[in-house]
C-alpha cells in the first residue's frame, strides 16, 4: 500500500479516560478483530495491566479501513503507556507516529497526565485530535471539557470530537479525523534504511523481536542490518505487522510499523530508540532522540526463605529479558542474608516488577526501604553514584551530597490547597506557581526531592482531595542538600537494613520513628538492649528494649537474708557480664515487620 495512503498515530490520556476502550472499538469498527474474539482491553495482555487498568507495554496494532472517500487505509495505532516511569517509552512511541488522538474525560476535564503527554506529543511535533469522551456519563459536561482544553492546552474546543468508547459513539468520526487531519509519513529523498525500535519483546524460541518504524529503506527476509548504538551485526529472519497478533509479511516499507527477528540474543544488545540500518549501505547518523535509560529508585529484595535466593536470580533474570530497564546486582545483609540490589524506573515500574515476582514466579520476597541515587562530591574532587547508604564514604571526606528533584504539577479542588500545601512543606516542597483551571479546581506546580515522593506522597494525596487530585512529575537537574546518613544501632551494632540516607531536619524524627517501632518487635531480652539512631557520632533517638526478669530467689523460703542478697548479686554480676558480651538475635519476622511499616 503505497505511503499517501498510511497513518500512523497513537492514543494518549491520563489514567483511565478510556485509551485502551477506544482502541477496542477502532479494532472493532476497522474489522481488524472478528467479534467472536473480541473481549474488553484487547490489547492489554498481561493481568497486571487488566487488573489495574493501565498499559505497561507499547502494543502496536495495524488496521484497514475504507473511507467515505472509497479509498482503503492503512492505520497504524501505537497505544503507548501513560505512566511517568514509563516517559521515555512514550517518547519513543510518539515519534514512531505523525498525529495522536488526545482523550479527554467529559466528566473529569483535564488532568495532570493530559498535560504532561501534551507536551510530550507538542516536542515531537505530532497534529493532535482531540476527542471528548463519556459523553453518555450522565455527570458528563463537555462545554467545561472544551473550555478546559482552550485555557490549559491551547486547543481549539471546536475542533473536539464528543465520543463514548464504551457505546461506541463517534468512533466513525474518529477514524474520519485521522485520515483528514494526521499527515501521511514524510519522504526522506532517500532509499537508506533507517529504522525506529520503539519497543522490545522476549521470545523463548526466536530471541528479542524489535518493534520498529520505518523512517526510510525497505527491510525484509534476509537483509543485513546494524544496530547503530552497540555496532552489533545480524541477519533478517523474518518481519511482519501486528493485526493484532504477530502477522508474517514479505516486506516492511517507508512509513510501516512492524516488528523484525533476527536472532538477537538478550534485551540489552537491543536498546528503545535505537536506529537499524543496512549494514552495507548505512545510514551515517542515528535518529535522534536517543537516550540511554537510567535507573531512579533503588531497594534490596530479599527471599523471606534464604533457600529460595537461586530461584530469585532465575526469576529476575527471566524479568529482565523483557524489561531492559529493570537492573539488578546482587548483595548481602547481616539481618536478611543474601538478596539483590534492584534498579527500577520509577515507584510504578517497582511495584509491578515486585507484583510479577510473587505472582509469576510463586517468590516470597521482602524488599528494603526505596531510596533514590545521589551523587556525592568529595573534597578531593571525585564524583560518586551512591544508591545504598552502606556505600556512603566517610563524612569528613564528604564536600557535598546532591538529590535528585521531580517537579510535581498537581490537580486538586480549591477546598484542599491548605492541606497540599502544608504536605509540601513536610516534604522540603517548593510551590513555583499555582494556576486556576475552573471554578473548582487549580493546578500547582512545584520541585520536591524524589526521595520525598516515594512511599505515600500519592496516597495522602488521594486522602487529602477525597480522590479528586491527580498528580504528574518530571525529572529535573540534581539539588545540593544538607544530607546525613541515619544509623540505627541495636546494643551498639549498626544494623545495615535500616540505614537510610535524610535530610538533616528530619533524622531525628525518622529515628525516633524506627526506634520506637523496634521497640515493639524485638522480644524481651535477659538485660537492657539499647536501640539507638545515630549521625555518625551523634545518638538522635533512643529507646530500651524491655527486659525480661527472672526470680532467682524464688526457691528461698523464709532463712538468713544474706542468702537472698548473695543471688541477687550474683544475678546483677550476670546481667552485667551479658551487657558487655551478649549478642541481640533480632527474629526475621521483626525486621520483616519493621521494613514493611
Known sequence: ??????????????????????????????????????????????????????????????MHYKAKDGQTYRLNLIDTPGHVDFSYEVSRSLQACEGAILIVDAAQGVEAQTVANVHLAAKQNLTIIPVINKIDLPNADIPMAKKQLEDILMISGDDAIPASAKAGIGIEEILEAVIARIPPPKDTGDDILRCLVFDSVFDTYRGVIAYVRVISG???????????????RYEVKEVGNFSPKMTKAPILRPGDTGYVVANIKTTSELKIGDTITSSINRATEALPGFKEIHPMVFSGVYPINSADFEQLKNALNKLQLNDSALSFTQESSVALGFGFRCGFLGLLHMEIVQE???????????????????????????????????????????????????????????E????????????????????????????????????????????KIKTMTRGYGSMDYEFIPYKT??????????NGEPMDAFSTIVHRDKAEARGRALTAKLKEVIPPQLFKVALQAAIGAKIVAREDVKVVGK??????????????RKLLEKQKEGKKRMKQFGKVNIPQEAFMQVLKS
Open 356 to 414: 510479577r515476582l510473587r505472582r509469576e514466579y510463586d517468590m516470597d520476597i521482602i524488599s528494603t526501604y526505596p531510596s533514590v541515587v545521589y551523587e556525592v562530591y568529595k573534597t578531593n574532587g571525585e564524583m560518586l553514584l551512591v544508591d545504598n547508604p552502606t556505600y556512603l564514604p566517610d563524612p569528613a571526606s564528604i564536600q557535598e551530597i546532591r538529590e535528585p528533584m521531580v517537579r510535581v504539577f498537581l490537580l486538586c479542588p480549591n
Open 416 to 459: 484542599s490547597i491548605g492541606d497540599i500545601l502544608q504536605l509540601m512543606q513536610e516534604k522540603r516542597g517548593e510551590c513555583g506557581h499555582t494556576e486556576s483551571l475552573d471554578a473548582r479546581r487549580v493546578m500547582l506546580t512545584m520541585d520536591i526531592p524524589l526521595n520525598e515522593i516515594l512511599v505515600d506522597f500519592n496516597d
Open 218 to 232: 525497505e527491510i525484509k527476509e534476509g537483509t543485513p542490518i546494524l544496530l547503530m548504538q552497540t555496532n552489533q
Open 481 to 490: 542538600n544538607d544530607l546525613v546518613k541515619l544509623d540505627i544501632m541495636v
Open 1 to 62: 500500500m503505497s505511503r499517501e495512503l498510511t497513518r500512523n498515530f497513537c492514543i494518549i490520556a491520563h489514567i483511565d479516560h478510556g485509551k485502551t476502550t477506544l482502541s477496542d472499538r477502532l479494532l472493532q469498527l476497522t474489522g481488524t478483530i472478528e467479534q467472536r474474539q473480541m473481549q474488553d482491553q484487547l490489547l492489554d495482555s498481561m493481568d497486571l495491566e487488566r487488573e489495574r487498568g493501565i498499559t505497561i507495554k507499547s502494543h502496536p496494532v495495524t
Open 551 to 564: 526470680n532467682v530467689i524464688a526457691k528461698c523460703y523464709g532463712g538468713d537474708i544474706s542468702r537472698k
